[in-house]
């Protein structure tokens, strides 16, 4: 079991950045792969993106690429989202979440989550 706390959601302008981070704890992570998720009211969780672990090879939904990028610090155990060009729509509680062994955008093949980061973008 991997062990998820995310922080550095808060208010921000329209067309402005915010990092978010994820420090894990727990396993060893060589077999991990770590997502962000997020879930705005009334609407289902959705991929936002992903890494894996031992390469670094990353994962990013349509609506994000360009403007998102995920990077982990394997000295700090910790997953960062950084978030530029922000839009209302991207207004929504996000979610640090890990599996092993293979990459998945389904919310459902995670198997660890952290307790969410709100993030709201004003227009």
């Known amino acids: 079991q991997v062990q998820l706390v995310e922080s550095g959601g808060r208010l921000v302008q329209a067309g402005g950045s915010l990092r978010l981070s994820c420090a894990a704890s727990?396993?060893?992570?060589?077999?991990?792969?770590m997502g962000w998720f997020r879930q705005a009211p009334g609407k289902e969780r959705e991929f936002v993106a992903a890494?894996?672990?031992?390469?670094?090879?990353?994962y990013y939904a349509d609506s994000v690429k360009g403007r998102f990028t995920i990077s982990r610090d394997d000295a700090k155990n910790t997953v960062y989202l950084q978030m530029n060009s922000l839009k209302p729509e991207d207004t929504a509680v996000y979610y640090c979440a890990a599996k092993w062994d293979t990459y998945s955008d389904n919310p459902q093949r995670y198997d660890s989550w952290g307790q969410g980061t709100q993030v709201t973008v004003s227009s």
């Open positions: 727990g396993r060893t992570f060589s077999r991990l792969y």
């Open positions: 890494i894996r672990w031992s390469t670094g090879s990353t």
